[in-house]
């Protein structure tokens, strides 16, 4: 049965810590158990300020890096080169700082990539790659951990309020335009394939995400609150800092001991 876990910090510092230290425990116990693990990434300022946090810890020599998967759960449709990319971003942070095995990290295709300008070509592209990595009979692989951010309004990868993405229910990937935030144009998971992860982790700071986070967690329609909706089968784990939380009625603690 999915659970569903809320942790705040006293800030955004201490949440992206606390957040990389939990993510080398599960991807450690996660080989240990079978063998290679998956995780797929975001961008924004916590999701790489959790891998900044994993590249400076000594805990990182714990992983096994040439037996984990790494995925995206949305990607602006740029350069490969731009500093818009979350791939570029995630590599600088981290992965070209771990002996990852380059078969294993699956990028989204950028705008000046082999689909040139097609960004249907760029989804179609990853659906392919994500059902090929998937049990036989289904089209995204269980992930391990999938970790998220939010905004303000709601929005997860790139499903916005109110948009085609958010009443997707048969594609895996989808091309995302005209978004209310720039870059316009991206490439995203659908909620259907957000909640194939085994785990979900929500990471925010800020009082601009309090009223999102609130709204979800009391159960927001995702066509709303597309945050809503990004659940893990197994576990959703939202890591706050106080002032994300500063909505909620509940107050929660980071664990002791």
């Known amino acids: ?3 569903t876990e809320v942790v705040v910090y006293e800030n955004a510092d201490l949440l992206a810590a606390a957040a990389a230290a939990r993510l080398v425990t599960r991807i450690v116990d996660v080989q240990a158990a079978r063998g290679s693990a998956s995780v797929v990434l975001t961008g924004g300022g916590t999701g790489i300020g959790v891998l900044r946090e994993l590249r400076e810890s000594h805990a990182r020599d714990a992983i ?5 998967d790494v995925y995206w759960g949305d990607e602006r449709f740029v350069p490969a080169d731009s500093d818009e990319r979350n791939e570029k971003g995630a590599r600088e942070a981290l992965l070209d700082h771990v002996p990852l095995a380059p078969e294993r990290v699956h990028a989204m295709a950028p705008s000046d990539g082999e689909f040139g300008d097609d960004v249907d070509a760029a989804a179609a592209a990853y659906a392919k790659v994500l059902s090929g990595a998937a049990e036989a009979g289904a089209d995204v692989p269980a992930f391990d951990i999938l970790l998220l951010g939010l905004g303000g309004e709601g929005h997860t990868a790139s499903v916005f309020p109110d948009s085609p993405a958010v009443h997707e229910t048969g594609r895996s990937v ?10 316009p144009t991206r490439v995203s ?16 700071a800020g009082e601009a995400k309090a009223d999102a986070v609130a709204q979800a967690l009391a159960g927001a329609p995702e066509t709303q609150i ?6 893990g089968y197994r576990r959703t784990l939202w890591l ?18």
Do not use: F, N
């Not at 096994?64 to 984990?68: H, I, Q």
């Open 1 to 3: 049965m999915s659970r």
């Open 64 to 68: 096994d890096w040439s037996r984990l």
């Open 174 to 183: 989808v091309a995302v335009r005209e978004c209310p935030k720039p870059p």
């Open 189 to 204: 998971l659908t909620l259907p394939a957000i909640r194939r992860a085994r785990e979900v982790w929500l990471m925010t």
């Open 226 to 231: 597309p945050v809503s909706g990004a659940r």
């Open 240 to 257: 706050l800092d106080r002032a994300a939380a500063g909505k909620l009625t509940k107050v929660y603690e980071p664990p002791t001991g």
